[in-house]
């Protein structure tokens, strides 16, 4: 590998040496390089930490027109579910909500679902599954925001976990696995 | 020297792959997931086209076609994959090419016609779109002239 052309090229007599030398810096630039990259990439995956006050900021009529501010669930580990009607994986994961809801509620859990259509066939779905958590009824606002924590395509379904100070701890789009939405509310209550 | 390189390929790779997995499961943007061409085949009718990448589908209930100035009577959508759903009963769905016959309600010669396309799809992955409504012009040819060329959003200054 290392053969005569190599050395053929460098300064002979002090080629080795000075050769590792070089090997030795452009490794510690390439350590440097990767590991700047990789602390990069994570800050910009799923479970970083972010600021979730905007999500606690938003005001949304429930299916029977009355305001509900996200602030009032401010100190309980919150999860917010965008979804629709029109979207079969997010009505197939909602009875997993609806479980968790009931079973870590009195922890300080709160579900919120913010749907992304009628008031009319949010009613009707949320009669149909039970619903114990709120269901309000989210407007092009609600969609700009959740653009805004990585959805940038606007598709449902879209999860969001704050902790109890409000911190956006993790982002979620497509279905929130069981086990991953266990872990998840098991590190905050 | 040489025996760095591949070494060197190798960490990139690496931090590549790191890269990937980190980020959301990649999609295609709606546009691109269900890409909407259409043309004039006469002067009476259009003809609309959805092509559905692999791992894509559209809702047969949630395709809506509509025109300007001269208005369409109904599309002609041919029959989907029948789905049971839930809460909405039995759906159809689409994959691949989706040929829609959207006949005018008078002849339209020589004229610019917009058409307005919703839709609806989602993708295998679990991940469903919003409603998304296109629209795009086409001119329709005279009276026995060959069909028109196909026409997309983006190529008549479309923008979303």
Redesign the interface.
């Known amino acids: 590998m290392n053969g005569g052309d190599a050395t053929a090229i460098g300064p002979a007599p002090t080629g080795q040496p000075r050769r590792r030398a070089v090997i030795v810096g452009v490794i510690a630039v390439v350590a440097l390089v990767l590991g700047i990259g990789v602390a990069f990439l994570h800050r910009n995956s799923a479970d970083a930490v972010r600021d979730g006050s905007a999500v606690l900021k938003l005001v949304l009529p429930d299916t029977n027109g009355r305001q509900q501010a996200l602030a009032q669930w401010r100190g309980k580990v919150l999860v917010v579910n965008f979804w629709a009607t029109w979207c079969a994986p997010c009505r197939e994961e909602m009875p997993e909500f609806v479980a968790a809801q009931a079973r870590d509620g009195a922890k300080g859990v709160q579900f919120v679902g913010i749907a992304v259509d009628d008031p009319d066939k949010v009613r009707a779905f949320a009669k149909e599954l039970k619903l114990n958590y709120p269901a309000l009824i989210g407007g092009f606002g609600a969609i700009e925001l959740s653009k805004t924590l990585g959805n940038d395509l606007a598709a449902l379904p879209f999860t969001i976990v704050l902790d109890r100070q409000g911190r956006v701890t993790h982002t979620q789009l497509g279905p929130l696995k069981q086990a991953k939405l266990d872990a998840l509310l098991g590190r905050l209550l | 020297?040489?025996?760095?390189l591949p070494l060197?390929s190798l960490?990139l790779a690496t931090?590549h792959a790191?890269?990937v997995s980190?980020?959301?499961?990649k999609?295609l943007?709606?546009e691109q997931a269900f890409r909407l061409s259409a043309r004039a085949l006469d002067a009476n009718t259009i003809e609309a086209r959805f092509d559905v990448a692999d791992g894509y589908y559209l809702?047969r209930d949630?395709m809506h076609f509509a025109t300007e100035p001269v208005p369409a009577a109904n599309a002609v959508l041919p029959p989907g994959k029948p789905k049971h759903?839930?809460?909405?009963g039995d759906v159809e769905t689409y994959r691949g090419e989706v040929v829609v016959r959207v006949p005018l309600t008078k002849t339209a010669a020589g004229q610019k016609i917009t058409l307005h396309a919703d839709s609806?799809g989602?993708?295998d992955?679990?991940?469903?779109?919003?409603?998304n409504p296109q629209q795009l012009t086409l001119v329709v040819p005279a009276a026995g002239d060959k069909p028109g060329a196909f026409v997309e959003p983006g190529s008549k200054g479309w923008f979303k």
């Open positions: 020297m040489r025996w760095l060197f960490l931090a790191e890269g980190s980020l959301a499961p999609l943007p709606p809702y949630r759903d839930a809460f909405f609806q989602c993708a992955v679990g991940v469903c779109y919003p409603p």
